[in-house]
């Protein structure tokens, strides 16, 4: 690895702009299940350190899994807070994700966080593998070259997320914004039915705000439904996951062979 030149084999932002990119959510923690996904043909993976149960070793490890695959690697933080955006990113991670985000205050200390200074406040260390553990040769280019090449992801993911996207669309330093409909739909009072009309109207007109405003918008989708849908409208950051996939598989193949008569 070059240091922050890991950052520049995604080209996420780029290729956003181009066509919809497609990753996937890991939730376990297992670098060989990530280097696995990777290799897979997703175009990015998003390491869910939010709802995972993740170490920064085992975190770390995960983002190397990635990247050996030549899969960039994105971190979905457990909270917007500076210092799991701090570890994400000196780990080596080609961006953030960072959950239930609200207020334009809030926007602001993501992006504070997520940025080295003069745009931001990221602390500054030679140490991390993010630059090459102190072997990068020019600190001063390692640190405009994370600037402009890390992504930052917002999750819109309640009402009061929604009601103030216009105004949260204002602030630079995001890339993009990401609608999470299952929180969403609980915050509207549809736990029950996460695909409520009103659920998939919100999300709609989310999607066409963000484009409208110029940003990339993003969606977590369970199918090719919906994925199909969610690129219609306009998103280009496309999330799912393994796990509802080798749940459904599981159930069927075991209702399956359990229906298959023994003989002795």
């Not at 979905?76 to 994700?97: H, V, W």
């Not at 072997?135 to 930052?152: C, F, G, I, T």
Request: aromatic share 10%; hydrophobic share 40%; proline share 5%.
């Amino acid at each position: 690895m070059k240091g922050v030149e890991n950052l520049l084999w995604s080209e996420l932002k780029t290729k956003m702009e181009e066509r919809p990119m497609f990753g996937c959510f890991v939730t376990f923690p297992s670098p060989g299940l990530t280097e696995f996904i990777a290799q897979m043909g997703f175009d990015f993976t998003c390491i869910d350190n939010e709802h995972g149960a993740m170490d920064y070793i085992v975190l770390e490890n995960m983002i190397r899994g990635s990247q050996c695959a030549g899969v960039p690697s994105i971190i979905r933080t457990p909270a917007n807070r500076s210092e799991y955006i701090q570890k994400a990113l000196d780990s080596g991670a080609n961006g953030i994700q960072i959950p239930m985000v609200n207020t334009l205050t809030e926007v602001k200390e993501a992006v504070d966080a997520a940025y080295y200074p003069p745009f931001g406040k990221r602390g500054f260390d030679f140490l991390p593998r993010a630059c090459d553990y102190s072997l990068y040769p020019n600190k001063m280019d390692y640190m405009r070259k994370a600037n402009e090449q890390s992504l930052v992801i917002l999750q819109i993911e309640t009402v009061e997320a929604t009601e103030n996207l216009e105004q949260l669309l204002t602030l630079e330093g995001v890339d993009v914004f990401f609608i999470g409909p299952f929180d969403l739909a609980v915050s509207m009072g549809y736990a029950h039915d996460p695909r409520h009309p009103k659920v998939i109207q919100i999300i709609e007109r989310c999607i066409t705000l963000i484009q409208k405003k110029g940003k990339i918008a993003g969606m977590y989708v369970s199918d090719a439904e919906q994925t199909r849908q969610a690129v219609q409208w306009g998103a280009s950051y496309i999330l799912t996951d393994l796990t509802q996939a080798m749940t459904q598989w599981s159930e069927r193949y075991l209702q399956s062979v359990k229906k298959i008569e023994t003989t002795k």
